[in-house]
């Protein structure tokens, strides 16, 4: 007996009676998912009479065969219809595209492999590298592309499969700009099932939205409600929100600005008062300042409590006189190097370097490439601290439109995992459709 079949070998393959007879051919493999394990062939779907019927795991002969022999007298000829928590191969899987999730990509399904075990047959891996017109698929022999099924996420589109499918977790443990990077690829249908996964987490879904490109953000925005868009909005960093409210039709600003959290609504319209170009419209309006007379323990107690803050942002603390005015800098690990009774204006800066809410972005960059700065702050007339701008938003700000639309640089390769070797669990038997 063969111990692996590939589904090519299988789609189309002649069914016959126990006495020989050909009853029809084999239109679909029918898997449950497991969570973690590697899904279970639970039975077949197959054409009989003209109607798709499904014939369960215990009903037919090994998939191996071909013909393939019925192992029982009679077939249930209701037709097939899929329960929840099953997967149909073909029709799912079969030239789908899944999640790469060790590369952060989508991949092509160009072949699936099911291989014999203690419990019955299962999905072991996929081929995801395109044949040429020189291969041909079924030949009993995968091509250069095969992965392990469990390294893979498929995007099946099934409702009622979701709950099942433990392992699309992961997906929630990419770095929000490698999940952005796999909406700007997928389609319509695909980014729907990305986005519904990390719309269990806001916060993660936040941050998805920061990373996205503007043109697809919208066109996501315009496809919800206005009260689905504040929520989002709420959890993301106000100068972000603000980009995205500007980028909203003009019907749709003010009724999502009044779903806003008050807080957030007060710091996005802040932001929206400055010129997109200038350091208001690229700053952030979080960040630490104590009293100069402060010593490090409050200092680093002012830090704890900042949960709020941009961590990019909180690369050091501002103080301010008794006035309120800027009065110095002291970096964080300054803090943390110094006894906590010192006093900060014996540890920082003073008079640090800033920028005005009015000041050009391309004169933002230079200030702090010149100064060797990956924050700046942004003062007002009165020397008052408004904003922060982070390296990252200049960046962001001053990069070339052409090179953004080359392709996303390659993704650090992962540390190496083991692979689990546990045997698939034995799944209840699909009661025949």
């Given at each position: 007996?063969?111990?692996?079949?590939?589904?090519?070998?299988?789609?189309?393959?002649?069914?016959?009676?126990?006495?020989?007879?050909?009853?029809?051919?084999?239109?679909?493999?029918?898997?449950?998912?497991?969570?973690?394990?590697?899904?279970?062939?639970?039975?077949?779907?197959?054409?009989?009479?003209?109607?798709?019927?499904?014939?369960?795991?215990?009903?037919?002969?090994?998939?191996?065969?071909?013909?393939?022999?019925?192992?029982?007298?009679?077939?249930?000829?209701?037709?097939?219809?899929?329960?929840?928590?099953?997967?149909?191969?073909?029709?799912?899987?079969?030239?789908?595209?899944?999640?790469?999730?060790?590369?952060?990509?989508?991949?092509?399904?160009?072949?699936?492999?099911?291989?014999?075990?203690?419990?019955?047959?299962?999905?072991?891996?996929?081929?995801?590298?395109?044949?040429?017109?020189?291969?041909?698929?079924?030949?009993?022999?995968?091509?250069?592309?095969?992965?392990?099924?469990?390294?893979?996420?498929?995007?099946?589109?099934?409702?009622?499969?979701?709950?099942?499918?433990?392992?699309?977790?992961?997906?929630?443990?990419?770095?929000?700009?490698?999940?952005?990077?796999?909406?700007?690829?997928?389609?319509?249908?695909?980014?729907?099932?990305?986005?519904?996964?990390?719309?269990?987490?806001?916060?993660?879904?936040?941050?998805?939205?920061?990373?996205?490109?503007?043109?697809?953000?919208?066109?996501?925005?315009?496809?919800?409600?206005?009260?689905?868009?504040?929520?989002?909005?709420?959890?993301?960093?106000?100068?972000?929100?603000?980009?995205?409210?500007?980028?909203?039709?003009?019907?749709?600003?003010?009724?999502?600005?009044?779903?806003?959290?008050?807080?957030?609504?007060?710091?996005?319209?802040?932001?929206?008062?400055?010129?997109?170009?200038?350091?208001?419209?690229?700053?952030?309006?979080?960040?630490?300042?104590?009293?100069?007379?402060?010593?490090?323990?409050?200092?680093?107690?002012?830090?704890?409590?900042?949960?709020?803050?941009?961590?990019?942002?909180?690369?050091?603390?501002?103080?301010?006189?008794?006035?309120?005015?800027?009065?110095?800098?002291?970096?964080?690990?300054?803090?943390?190097?110094?006894?906590?009774?010192?006093?900060?204006?014996?540890?920082?800066?003073?008079?640090?370097?800033?920028?005005?809410?009015?000041?050009?972005?391309?004169?933002?960059?230079?200030?702090?490439?010149?100064?060797?700065?990956?924050?700046?702050?942004?003062?007002?007339?009165?020397?008052?601290?408004v904003g922060v701008i982070t390296v990252d938003d200049v960046l962001e700000a001053t990069i070339p439109e052409d090179w953004r639309r080359r392709e996303p640089a390659p993704h650090p390769e992962p540390a190496p995992a083991e692979l689990s070797t546990e045997e698939p669990a034995t799944s209840p038997e699909s009661p025949v459709g």
């Amino acid at each position: 007996m063969t111990d692996s079949v590939h589904l090519s070998q299988l789609l189309g393959r002649s069914i016959v009676d126990r006495r020989g007879e050909a009853v029809g051919r084999l239109s679909d493999v029918v898997v449950r998912l497991q969570g973690d394990a590697y899904p279970l062939v639970i039975g077949i779907a197959a054409k009989v009479a003209r109607r798709e019927v499904f014939v369960p795991a215990g009903g037919i002969g090994e998939l191996s065969q071909a013909p393939l022999q019925l192992a029982r007298q009679t077939v249930d000829v209701r037709r097939f219809e899929r329960r929840e928590g099953e997967v149909l191969l073909r029709a799912d899987v079969l030239r789908h595209r899944l999640i790469d999730v060790a590369d952060a990509r989508l991949v092509r399904a160009w072949d699936v492999e099911l291989v014999h075990g203690p419990e019955g047959w299962s999905v072991c891996a996929v081929d995801t590298h395109r044949p040429s017109r020189l291969f041909r698929r079924g030949s009993g022999a995968m091509a250069q592309g095969k992965e392990d099924w469990k390294a893979l996420e498929p995007l099946i589109g099934h409702a009622a499969s979701a709950t099942l499918r433990g392992p699309f977790g992961r997906v929630k443990r990419l770095k929000p700009a490698q999940i952005a990077d796999l909406l700007e690829d997928a389609s319509k249908e695909e980014g729907t099932e990305i986005l519904d996964v990390v719309h269990s987490d806001p916060e993660l879904e936040a941050d998805v939205f920061e990373e996205i490109d503007p043109d697809l953000q919208s066109r996501l925005f315009g496809a919800r409600t206005n009260d689905q868009v504040a929520d989002v909005l709420a959890h993301m960093r106000a100068d972000d929100a603000a980009d995205a409210v500007a980028e909203l039709p003009q019907s749709r600003r003010q009724p999502v600005l009044d779903l806003l959290p008050a807080g957030q609504r007060t710091r996005v319209l802040t932001l929206l008062g400055f010129n997109p170009g200038s350091a208001g419209g690229l700053m952030g309006v979080d960040f630490v300042s104590v009293p100069a007379t402060a010593d490090v323990a409050a200092a680093l107690h002012a830090v704890r409590v900042a949960t709020a803050v941009q961590p990019e942002a909180l690369t050091g603390i501002y103080t301010h006189d008794e006035f309120g005015q800027l009065a110095g800098f002291v970096r964080l690990t300054t803090l943390v190097q110094s006894a906590p009774d010192v006093r900060l204006a014996e540890i920082g800066e003073s008079d640090p370097v800033h920028v005005h809410a009015d000041s050009d972005v391309i004169d933002v960059a230079l200030l702090m490439s010149d100064y060797n700065l990956v924050t700046i702050p942004v003062a007002d007339d009165e020397h008052h601290v408004v904003g922060v701008i982070t390296v990252d938003d200049v960046l962001e700000a001053t990069i070339p439109e052409d090179w953004r639309r080359r392709e996303p640089a390659p993704h650090p390769e992962p540390a190496p995992a083991e692979l689990s070797t546990e045997e698939p669990a034995t799944s209840p038997e699909s009661p025949v459709g």
